[in-house]
């Protein structure tokens, strides 16, 4: 599933085409996705200018000139593709622009969303306002960490992923930024020292904007819009890597937590 440096990555590369162009047809090809398209999301946007773009958690979002702002998820498999050779069966929603570019978003598995709002209503739509602080943001420090795992005995790689304390965080990333931290991911979230989640408070961001820099990670079916693929996946510390030997010396190991593999180093995470 593409993660908050992937959709980052995908932003950037839309921005380079879209933003400051007239959009001379939007076109869905289909009524749904993991839920149904709004249905006069072609109507709104044909003709509207994109005035900027942007991205919340792992949601891009597409402002126009009209108030109304596109909210796009790319699901398990979802990708932007920009000046496509044809368009296929998986390509669910075409935009043409006023300078002859023509943008396709391509999801084989439709598990991606797309959402219209005004965009005045955008940071109180429920998805957004029930979800935590960007952690590119400044605001996830060692002391916001310690106040929301006070007292809380799940497992801190599983809170971690809960969207309602971060935004944005997925499974490669978490496991990523608690290997750079020195955490056990298996630790109650409640019992990791002070000093631990200032580390892990500046591991974080370290580890999303290294991925931002290097294209996100190409897992499966993820691409930049323009086709290029991320190369993180080549500087994973511990991601993927059961069984080869840590810097430390120790074993990666490999361990299922909530249906998803965490991969960490018993020897030097604690």
């Known amino acids: 599933m593409p993660e908050l440096p992937e959709v980052e990555?995908?932003?950037?590369?839309?921005?380079?085409?879209?933003?400051?162009?007239?959009?001379?047809?939007?076109?869905?090809?289909?009524?749904?996705?993991?839920r149904a398209i709004p249905q006069d999301l072609g109507q709104r946007l044909t003709g509207a200018r994109v005035t900027a773009l942007g991205r919340r958690a792992k949601y891009g979002l597409i402002d126009t000139d009209r108030g109304d702002t596109l909210i796009f998820h790319?699901?398990?498999?979802?990708?932007?593709?920009?000046?496509?050779q044809d368009i296929g069966k998986h390509d669910h929603l075409l935009i043409e622009t006023d300078d002859d570019h023509r943008?396709?978003?391509?999801d084989p598995r439709r598990f991606g969303s797309l959402d219209l709002l005004r965009t005045e209503d955008v940071a109180t739509w429920p998805t957004f306002a029930a979800i935590g602080p960007e952690p590119l943001g400044g605001k996830v420090t060692?002391?916001?960490?310690?106040?929301?795992?006070?007292?809380?005995?799940?497992?801190?790689?599983?809170?971690?992923?809960?969207?309602?304390?971060v935004a944005g965080l997925g499974n490669i990333y978490v496991c990523e930024s608690?290997?750079?931290?020195?955490?056990?991911?298996?630790?109650?979230?409640?019992?990791?020292?002070?000093?631990?989640?200032?580390?892990?408070?500046e591991s974080?961001?370290?580890?999303?904007?290294?991925?931002?820099?290097?294209?996100?990670?190409?897992?499966?079916?993820?691409?930049?819009?323009?086709g290029?693929?991320?190369?993180?996946?080549?500087n994973f510390d511990v991601y993927g890597r059961e069984g080869e030997?840590?810097?430390?010396?120790?074993?990666?190991?490999?361990?299922?937590?909530?249906?998803?593999?965490?991969?960490?180093?018993?020897?030097?995470?604690?």
Do not use: H
Not at 178 to 196: C, E
């Open 142 to 165: 060692g002391k916001w960490l310690k106040s929301r795992f006070e007292g809380r005995t799940a497992a801190v790689k599983l809170l971690l992923l809960d969207q309602r304390i």
């Open 74 to 84: 790319l699901g398990m498999s979802g990708r932007w593709r920009i000046d496509p």
């Open 9 to 34: 990555t995908t932003v950037r590369g839309l921005r380079k085409v879209l933003e400051g162009r007239r959009l001379t047809r939007v076109t869905p090809r289909r009524a749904d996705l993991r």
């Open 204 to 226: 974080i961001p370290a580890v999303l904007i290294d991925a931002i820099a290097a294209g996100g990670s190409s897992l499966r079916d993820f691409a930049a819009p323009d």
């Open 103 to 106: 943008l396709s978003l391509n």
């Open 245 to 270: 030997t840590c810097p430390c010396g120790g074993k990666i190991g490999r361990i299922v937590q909530g249906g998803r593999s965490t991969f960490f180093c018993p020897a030097c995470q604690r």
């Open 178 to 201: 608690l290997f750079r931290a020195g955490i056990d991911p298996r630790k109650p979230a409640g019992k990791v020292s002070r000093r631990k989640l200032d580390a892990l408070a």
């Open 228 to 234: 290029e693929l991320g190369y993180f996946s080549e």
